[in-house]
């Protein structure tokens, strides 16, 4: 049998790029070779390069995502999306591919542009009765009324760019005087900004993917952060504890599981997805949800696949043979 070709694609265009390299080798390095010819493609502004397992480099063509070298041109069976941020976790990679008919692992473009943005997200899912944090919208445009936004969200509160990821353009806010520099510096991050009442109580995280034609819901891992909250350092420098399974009451635990597949369905999810709860006396509350989660060796949803008794090397290729499954009905 012919292997399919896989572009496994990383980088991208904002502050989590080096974190979607490692998410990107990750996946590369776990590939079922008897099964897939993968090509490591990295996007970055200024070019599109890959590479294949010997490290003979190709250039990416941005018209028809062909590889390209010496006029050979390759053109591939599957893309795996592991760009965080723009362009892959935006839509705008998936967009590209949809035009193109070449199947990939993650959401479609238009779910992926709405779970990128936390506020258009969040109040699809307010809609739907998911208890979220208070908030106040704040675009860069806007005057900052900060009597306004305190009398709002109150301290402490988390002050967020609303596309973004990974933790950059956080910041926890304890007092009207550290209230507008924390603004300032997320917008450096975005134009956009979300500001939440801080949440206090038990941080949980459940993936679900679509395997084998059915959500499959994982198993939650609980978020203990060494910091103040769960910050870059804490997601990736090994600043926090990380539980998994997560031992909680079995109704938090379901109640969050049946809420995650929920919101997978509803939202016509795909690929593999991380919804992140914090529960306030014992009532989960929703953060945010992450169509392009980590998958670098100590992100949560490796942890989750090696709880449920599977390897990397099989989940990846449930997900690549989902991709292409899911394609044909599309």
């Known amino acids: 049998m012919e292997k399919k070709k896989v572009g496994i694609v990383c980088g991208g265009f904002t502050s989590e790029y080096t974190i979607s390299l490692q998410s990107g080798q990750t996946v590369f390095d776990h590939l079922d070779t008897t ?8 996007l970055r502004p200024d070019r599109w390069m890959a590479e294949d397992k010997n490290g003979v480099s190709y250039s990416v063509a941005k018209g028809d995502f062909t590889l390209n070298k010496n006029g050979d041109k390759i053109q591939l069976d599957v893309v795996f999306n592991a760009i965080h941020g723009a362009p892959g976790e935006n839509g705008q990679l ?40 208070v908030h106040f919208a704040l ?9 306004a936004i305190e009398k709002k969200v109150g301290f402490p509160c988390f002050v967020k760019a609303n596309r973004a990821g990974s933790s950059f353009g956080v910041f926890k806010v304890y007092s009207a005087d550290a209230l507008e520099n924390a603004i300032q510096e997320a917008f450096k991050e975005d134009s956009q900004l979300l500001i939440e009442s801080a949440l206090i109580g ?10 084998k034609g059915k959500t499959t819901v994982f198993p939650v891992t609980e978020i203990i952060s060494e910091n103040d909250f769960f910050d870059y350092a804490a997601k990736y420098e090994g600043q926090s ?24 369905n509803r939202l016509e999810l795909r690929g593999v997805v991380r919804s992140e709860f914090i529960f306030v006396e014992g009532v989960p509350h929703l953060l945010e949800i992450n ?7 100590r992100s949560i949803i490796p942890q989750q696949v090696e ?3 599977m390897n990397l090397k099989e989940f990846f290729t449930l997900l690549l043979k989902e991709a292409l499954t899911e394609n044909q009905h599309t």
Do not use: H
């Open 291 to 297: 169509t392009v989660p980590g998958m670098t060796a």
């Open 35 to 42: 099964l897939w010819e993968g090509y490591l493609i990295t």
């Open 307 to 309: 709880a449920m008794g």
């Open 241 to 264: 504890q990380e539980i998994t399974p997560a031992d909680l009451p079995a109704s938090w635990l379901d109640q969050v599981k049946n809420w995650s597949e929920m919101i997978y």
């Open 94 to 133: 998936a967009a590209l591919l949809e035009l193109l008919a070449i199947p990939f692992s993650s959401c479609d473009s238009y779910t992926s542009a709405l779970t990128y943005n936390k506020r258009d997200c969040l109040s699809v899912l307010r809609d739907w009765n998911f208890p979220t944090a």
């Open 139 to 147: 675009d860069k445009k806007d005057p900052i009324e900060l009597k």
């Open 202 to 211: 038990r941080e949980v995280s459940v993936g679900v993917a679509s395997l």
